[in-house]
T-cell receptor, first 117, second 114 residues
Framework: AQTVTQSQPEMSVQEAETVTLSCTYD???????LFWYKQPPSRQMILVIR??????QNATENRFSVNFQKAAKSFSLKISDSQLGDAAMYFC??????????????FGKGMKLTVNP | DGGITQSPKYLFRKEGQNVTLSCEQN?????MYWYRQDPGQGLRLIYY???????QKGDIAEGYSVSREKKESFPLTVTSAQKNPTAFYLC?????????????FGSGTRLTVV
C-alpha cells in the first residue's frame, strides 16, 4: 500500500518570502499522480498543483512550483512571494495511475503554514 | 455551476443514534468518496464508489455505511457502532478513466456527538 509522509507538522514564513513544504511517499508503482491540496480556515479543499510521475518537468502554477524527485520519492512544494492568503493546511496526496484501480487518493497528515505580516 | 453539495454543515448526534450525511454532485462524475478528517490525522478514507450500486470499504469503514443508488448521490450513515464519530467529514468526486485529475471536494460536515 502506498503511504505519504509530511514530516513537518507546522511551518511559518514571512510575507513575500519563499517557503518549501516537504513530502515523501512510498510506492512500488512506476506511474502515478501526485497532488498538493490547500485547506484554508474555511476547510474547503483546494487543488494547488498536480504532477504526473512520467513527466520529468516539474509542474508550476503561478507562485506555486514543485520539486519532483522520482528516485528519491520526494515531492516538495515551493511557494514564492508568500501572501497572507496562503496561510492554510497543506496536504500532499498520491494516486495510482493503474487503470481499473480504485483511483483513491492517499493523503499525508498535513502541514499547517502560517504567514507572518 | 457544477459542484458538490454536502449537508448539513453542522450536525449533532446523541449517543446511540444513527445519522446520515448527504453528498450530492452535479458534475457527472462516476467516482465518489467519503473521508474523515481529525486533527493531526490528515484525511482517512471511509468508503468509495466508482459506479452506481457498487462501493468498497476504505481504511476506516467500521461503524459506517453507504449507498449509491444514483450517480449523483452518495450518502454516508454514521451508525451507533462508530465509537468516536465526532469529526469533520468530507465528500469528494472525480471522473474515472485516463488523465491526471484531482478530486472535487464538498465543503464538509462537522459531526459532534452530544
Amino acid at each position: 500500500a502506498q503511504t505519504v509522509t509530511q514530516s513537518q507538522p507546522e511551518m511559518s514564513v514571512q510575507e513575500a518570502e519563499t517557503v518549501t513544504l516537504s513530502c515523501t511517499y512510498d510506492t512500488s508503482e512506476s506511474d502515478y499522480y501526485l497532488f498538493w491540496y490547500k485547506q484554508p480556515p474555511s476547510r474547503q479543499m483546494i487543488l494547488v498543483i498536480r504532477q504526473e510521475a512520467y513527466k520529468q518537468q516539474n509542474a508550476t502554477e503561478n507562485r506555486f512550483s514543485v520539486n519532483f524527485q522520482k528516485a528519491a520519492k520526494s515531492f516538495s512544494l515551493k511557494i514564492s512571494d508568500s501572501q497572507l492568503g496562503d496561510a492554510a493546511m497543506y496536504f500532499c496526496a498520491y494516486r495510482s495511475l493503474f487503470q481499473g484501480g480504485s483511483e483513491k487518493l492517499v493523503f499525508g497528515k498535513g502541514m499547517k503554514l502560517t504567514v507572518n505580516p | 455551476d457544477g459542484g458538490i453539495t454536502q449537508s448539513p454543515k453542522y450536525l449533532f448526534r446523541k449517543e446511540g443514534q444513527n445519522v446520515t450525511l448527504s453528498c450530492e454532485q452535479n458534475l457527472n462524475h462516476d467516482a465518489m468518496y467519503w473521508y474523515r478528517q481529525d486533527p493531526g490525522q490528515g484525511l482517512r478514507l471511509i468508503y468509495y464508489s466508482q459506479i452506481v450500486n457498487d462501493f468498497q470499504k476504505g481504511d476506516i469503514a467500521e461503524g459506517y455505511s453507504v449507498s449509491r443508488e444514483k450517480k449523483e448521490s452518495f450518502p454516508l450513515t454514521v451508525t451507533s457502532a462508530q465509537k468516536n464519530p465526532t469529526a469533520f467529514y468530507l465528500c469528494a468526486s472525480c471522473r474515472t478513466g485516463t488523465g491526471v485529475r484531482g478530486y472535487t471536494f464538498g465543503s464538509g460536515t462537522r459531526l459532534t456527538v452530544v
